[in-house]
Protein backbone atom coordinates (compact mmCIF):
# COMPACT_ATOMS: atom_id res chain seq x y z
CA UNK A 1 0.00 0.00 0.00
CA UNK A 2 1.45 3.46 -1.02
CA UNK A 3 2.51 5.65 2.12
CA UNK A 4 0.55 8.89 0.57
CA UNK A 5 -3.22 7.16 0.88
CA UNK A 6 -2.42 6.41 4.62
CA UNK A 7 -3.78 9.47 6.70
CA UNK A 8 -2.20 10.92 9.17
CA UNK A 9 -3.29 12.83 12.45
CA UNK A 10 -2.50 16.44 13.42
CA UNK A 11 0.89 15.72 14.74
CA UNK A 12 3.62 17.52 12.88
CA UNK A 13 6.09 15.89 10.70
CA UNK A 14 8.79 17.11 12.38
CA UNK A 15 11.12 15.52 15.59
CA UNK A 16 7.84 14.24 17.16
CA UNK A 17 7.05 11.82 14.49
CA UNK A 18 10.66 11.22 13.73
CA UNK A 19 11.64 10.22 17.45
CA UNK A 20 8.39 7.56 17.44
CA UNK A 21 9.55 6.27 13.91
CA UNK A 22 13.18 5.83 14.95
CA UNK A 23 12.18 4.50 18.72
CA UNK A 24 9.73 1.93 17.22
CA UNK A 25 12.47 1.07 14.26
CA UNK A 26 14.73 0.53 16.82
CA UNK A 27 12.30 -2.07 19.62
CA UNK A 28 11.21 -3.66 16.80
CA UNK A 29 14.41 -4.38 15.46
CA UNK A 30 14.78 -5.28 19.22
CA UNK A 31 12.01 -7.56 19.14
CA UNK A 32 13.26 -9.54 16.02
CA UNK A 33 16.66 -10.04 17.34
CA UNK A 34 15.61 -11.04 20.47
CA UNK A 35 13.24 -13.84 18.77
CA UNK A 36 16.20 -14.81 16.68
CA UNK A 37 18.17 -14.91 19.68
CA UNK A 38 15.49 -17.53 21.82
CA UNK A 39 15.21 -19.75 18.36
CA UNK A 40 19.40 -19.97 18.57
CA UNK A 41 19.91 -20.69 22.17
CA UNK A 42 16.93 -23.41 21.60
CA UNK A 43 18.80 -25.25 18.85
CA UNK A 44 22.12 -24.48 20.47
CA UNK A 45 20.91 -25.90 24.01
CA UNK A 46 19.00 -29.37 22.09
CA UNK A 47 20.96 -29.17 19.25
CA UNK A 48 18.21 -29.36 16.90
CA UNK A 49 16.77 -27.04 14.39
CA UNK A 50 13.67 -24.34 15.48
CA UNK A 51 11.42 -26.99 12.70
CA UNK A 52 12.26 -29.56 15.19
CA UNK A 53 10.57 -27.72 17.92
CA UNK A 54 7.93 -26.89 15.86
CA UNK A 55 7.45 -30.68 15.19
CA UNK A 56 7.30 -31.22 19.09
CA UNK A 57 4.61 -28.99 19.59
CA UNK A 58 2.86 -30.10 17.15
CA UNK A 59 2.50 -33.46 18.10
CA UNK A 60 1.89 -32.13 21.74
CA UNK A 61 -0.79 -30.27 21.15
CA UNK A 62 -2.01 -33.31 19.11
CA UNK A 63 -1.14 -36.58 21.00
CA UNK A 64 -1.10 -39.60 19.35
CA UNK A 65 -0.72 -37.58 15.89
CA UNK A 66 0.14 -40.03 12.79
CA UNK A 67 3.63 -39.14 11.43
CA UNK A 68 2.43 -39.00 7.62
CA UNK A 69 0.15 -36.51 9.42
CA UNK A 70 3.11 -34.44 10.44
CA UNK A 71 5.07 -34.88 7.90
CA UNK A 72 1.98 -33.37 5.36
CA UNK A 73 1.86 -30.61 7.74
CA UNK A 74 5.53 -29.73 7.96
CA UNK A 75 7.18 -30.26 5.14
CA UNK A 76 5.13 -31.24 1.86
CA UNK A 77 2.89 -28.68 1.81
CA UNK A 78 6.24 -26.39 1.38
CA UNK A 79 7.58 -29.32 -1.30
CA UNK A 80 4.14 -29.11 -3.16
CA UNK A 81 4.25 -24.73 -3.35
CA UNK A 82 7.92 -25.24 -4.61
CA UNK A 83 7.31 -27.48 -7.54
CA UNK A 84 3.96 -25.93 -7.68
CA UNK A 85 5.45 -22.24 -8.69
CA UNK A 86 8.30 -23.96 -10.89
CA UNK A 87 11.00 -23.18 -8.35
CA UNK A 88 11.78 -26.68 -7.54
CA UNK A 89 11.26 -30.26 -9.30
CA UNK A 90 11.41 -33.92 -7.94
CA UNK A 91 13.29 -36.47 -10.18
CA UNK A 92 13.08 -39.88 -9.24
CA UNK A 93 16.69 -41.39 -8.47
CA UNK A 94 18.24 -43.61 -11.29
CA UNK A 95 19.42 -45.86 -9.10
CA UNK A 96 16.84 -46.49 -7.24
CA UNK A 97 13.31 -45.34 -8.66
CA UNK A 98 11.73 -45.26 -4.98
CA UNK A 99 13.85 -41.85 -3.58
CA UNK A 100 12.90 -38.86 -4.99
CA UNK A 101 15.50 -35.88 -5.31
CA UNK A 102 14.77 -32.37 -5.28
CA UNK A 103 16.52 -29.86 -7.65
CA UNK A 104 15.94 -26.01 -7.98
CA UNK A 105 15.09 -24.92 -11.52
CA UNK A 106 16.24 -21.61 -13.64
CA UNK A 107 12.99 -20.15 -12.06
CA UNK A 108 14.27 -21.35 -8.47
CA UNK A 109 17.42 -19.89 -8.89
CA UNK A 110 16.39 -16.62 -9.76
CA UNK A 111 13.88 -16.02 -7.13
CA UNK A 112 16.57 -17.29 -4.38
CA UNK A 113 18.86 -14.36 -6.09
CA UNK A 114 16.64 -12.05 -6.00
CA UNK A 115 15.59 -12.67 -2.71
CA UNK A 116 18.71 -12.19 -1.24
CA UNK A 117 18.52 -9.57 1.23
CA UNK A 118 15.27 -8.27 0.62
CA UNK A 119 14.19 -7.71 4.20
CA UNK A 120 16.94 -5.00 4.66
CA UNK A 121 14.95 -1.57 4.90
CA UNK A 122 11.36 -3.08 4.77
CA UNK A 123 10.76 -3.08 8.52
CA UNK A 124 11.98 1.15 7.98
CA UNK A 125 9.53 1.28 5.15
CA UNK A 126 6.80 -0.15 7.03
CA UNK A 127 7.00 1.61 10.06
CA UNK A 128 7.38 4.84 8.23
CA UNK A 129 4.25 4.42 6.22
CA UNK A 130 2.33 3.97 9.43
CA UNK A 131 -0.47 6.77 10.54
CA UNK A 132 0.13 8.48 13.42
CA UNK A 133 -2.72 6.83 15.04
CA UNK A 134 -1.04 3.24 14.67
CA UNK A 135 2.62 4.94 15.34
CA UNK A 136 1.90 5.64 19.03
CA UNK A 137 0.97 2.66 20.34
CA UNK A 138 3.28 0.26 19.25
CA UNK A 139 6.24 2.89 19.81
CA UNK A 140 4.68 2.58 23.47
CA UNK A 141 4.34 -1.09 23.18
CA UNK A 142 7.42 -2.58 22.08
CA UNK A 143 10.01 -1.79 25.26
CA UNK A 144 6.62 -3.08 27.24
CA UNK A 145 6.75 -6.42 25.22
CA UNK A 146 10.41 -6.26 25.21
CA UNK A 147 10.45 -6.18 28.58
CA UNK A 148 8.31 -9.34 29.25
CA UNK A 149 10.97 -11.34 26.94
CA UNK A 150 14.29 -11.46 29.08
CA UNK A 151 17.98 -10.55 26.95
CA UNK A 152 19.27 -14.20 28.03
CA UNK A 153 17.11 -17.10 26.89
CA UNK A 154 16.47 -20.12 29.26
CA UNK A 155 19.60 -22.23 29.83
CA UNK A 156 17.94 -25.74 30.52
CA UNK A 157 16.26 -27.80 27.40
CA UNK A 158 13.82 -29.93 29.39
CA UNK A 159 12.06 -27.13 31.49
CA UNK A 160 9.54 -24.13 30.20
CA UNK A 161 10.11 -22.69 26.79
CA UNK A 162 12.72 -20.08 26.95
Known amino acids: MNSAHIPRSKLPLGRSRAHLERRALLDARALVDRMRSYYQELERLTGAPISVHRALNAIGANPGLQAS??????????????????????VRAREDQRAVRLYLTA??????????????????????????????PLAASLPALLQRLPTRPAT???GSEP
Open 69 to 90: RLAVTLISQVLKGLVDRGWAER
Open 107 to 136: GGTRVLKVTAGRAVGRLQRAIKALSDEDLR
Open 156 to 158: KAG
